[in-house]
Each structure stands twice: as structure tokens, then as C-alpha cells.
């Protein structure tokens, strides 16, 4: 089955900074990577997805960009705010299959 | 417009009892999935629904567990007898289309098991 891996497990900015995370998946099948914010007590919510007919997203202040030959894609968050604090999943599925798989998430700490 | 409706939101009982947790998915979806979430194991798919019709329980982890959906707008998971390694986050999701499609998250409930 797939296996994603994201890095890194932690990750503190300084406000206004930029973070990017990484992952990589092993199923060269899956065609579809999207990306959740879980703040505290709640659950994920998707922030961006990408599909493997595209190489970059964006939407305002996140990007996402997938290398489909070497299987990763990653999360940008310029101009990062205290608010964006939260774990961040990246995932990773094929339509011919109903099973996303998740990374182990990455804590993202922006300090004022 | 209402997400995904989780109860209870939290959960404490005692080894053995049996523990039900419900979900109302968002109006329309046609997909329904059962989450678990821990520090060791990160979040886990259970088992999806489709129409209401069960697709894939591989990720069920023992016969204690069981997941029901009787209508498009409510599905239950038990847990029977429960024990204390149940005790997790179990989120519900659901989405319009399957795969490759957003999944839509409740706020999930949080089961302790003494």
C-alpha cells in the first residue's frame, strides 16, 4: 500500500518567515495530495490539494508544488502569522482507491 | 452550512463497557470515513462507507469494533467490549465523489478508556 513520509516533525518560525514542509509517497499511482491544518481539539481541515496533472498550486499566502518523478510534494506558507500555528498533514490517495493515506504531521510553531 | 456533526465529544468509561460514537455527515456526501487518531500511530482510516454500504473495513482493528450506517445521514462505530489501547481521537469524514476528492473532518471525540 502507499507509505508517506513527511519532514520535518517540528518546525519553529519566526513571524514573517516563511516554513515549507516535505513529503514523499511510494505508490507512483496516486494522483491526488492534498493538505490539512489540525489546530487544537479540532479536526483536520483541508487548506490546499494538488493533482498530479499540476506541478504548483497557490492560493493567497500557501503553495503547494508535487515532483511526480521523484514522488514528493511540498507545502510552502509565506509571510507566516501566529495564527498558523497548528500540525499540518500532508496526504496522499489514487481515484482508483478510496484510502487516503497521511504523513505523521508537522507542528508548525510561528513565534511572535 | 452545518459540517460534519460529531457526539459525544468526549468519552470516559471504563474498561470492558460497550462505547458507541455517532456521526452525521455533511448533507449531500455520499462518502462516509471513520478516523483514528493517536501519538503512536498517527491517523488511521477505519473503514468508509459509500451510499451507506460498508467498502473497506480493513482497517478495523479487531472484531470489538463495528461500524453501522443505517441511513445517508448517521453512522455509528462500536466498540465492545472496549479497552484501554482503544483510547484515541476517532474523527469522522465525509466527501462528495470518493477518492480524490475533499474530505470534510467533525471536530472529533476523544475516548478514554480506564
Known amino acids: 500500500g502507499e507509505n508517506v513520509e513527511q519532514h520535518p516533525s517540528t518546525l519553529s518560525v519566526q513571524e514573517g518567515d516563511s516554513a515549507v514542509i516535505k513529503c514523499t509517497y511510494s505508490?507512483?499511482?496516486?494522483?491526488?495530495f492534498p493538505w490539512y491544518k489540525q489546530e487544537l481539539g479540532k479536526g483536520p481541515q483541508l487548506i490546499i490539494d494538488?493533482?498530479?496533472?499540476?506541478g504548483e498550486k497557490k492560493d493567497q499566502r500557501i503553495a503547494v508544488t508535487l515532483n511526480k518523478t521523484a514522488k514528493h510534494f511540498s507545502l510552502h506558507i509565506t509571510e507566516t502569522q501566529p495564527e498558523d500555528s497548528a500540525v499540518y498533514f500532508c496526504?496522499?490517495?489514487?481515484?482508483?482507491?478510496?484510502?487516503?493515506?497521511f504523513g505523521g504531521g508537522t507542528r508548525v510553531l510561528v513565534k511572535p | 452550512d452545518a459540517g460534519v456533526i460529531q457526539s459525544p465529544r468526549h468519552e470516559v468509561t471504563e474498561m470492558g463497557q460497550e462505547v458507541t460514537l455517532r456521526c452525521k455527515p455533511i448533507?449531500?456526501?455520499?462518502?462516509l470515513f471513520w478516523y483514528r487518531q493517536t501519538m503512536m500511530r498517527g491517523l488511521e482510516l477505519l473503514i468508509y462507507?459509500?451510499?451507506?454500504?460498508?467498502?473497506?473495513d480493513s482497517g478495523m482493528p479487531e472484531d470489538r469494533f463495528s461500524a453501522k450506517m443505517p441511513n445517508a445521514s448517521f453512522s455509528t462505530l462500536k466498540i465492545q467490549p472496549s479497552e484501554p489501547r482503544d483510547s484515541a481521537v476517532y474523527f469522522c469524514?465525509?466527501?462528495?465523489?470518493?477518492?480524490?476528492?475533499?474530505?470534510?473532518f467533525g471536530d472529533g471525540t476523544r475516548l478514554s478508556i480506564l
Open positions: 469524514a465525509s466527501s462528495l465523489g470518493g477518492s480524490a476528492q475533499p474530505q470534510h
Open positions: 505508490d507512483s499511482a496516486s494522483n491526488y
Open positions: 494538488i493533482r498530479s496533472n499540476v
Open positions: 496526504a496522499a490517495t489514487k481515484a482508483a482507491g478510496n484510502k487516503l493515506t
Open positions: 448533507s449531500g456526501h455520499d462518502y
Open positions: 462507507f459509500n451510499n451507506n454500504v460498508p467498502i473497506d
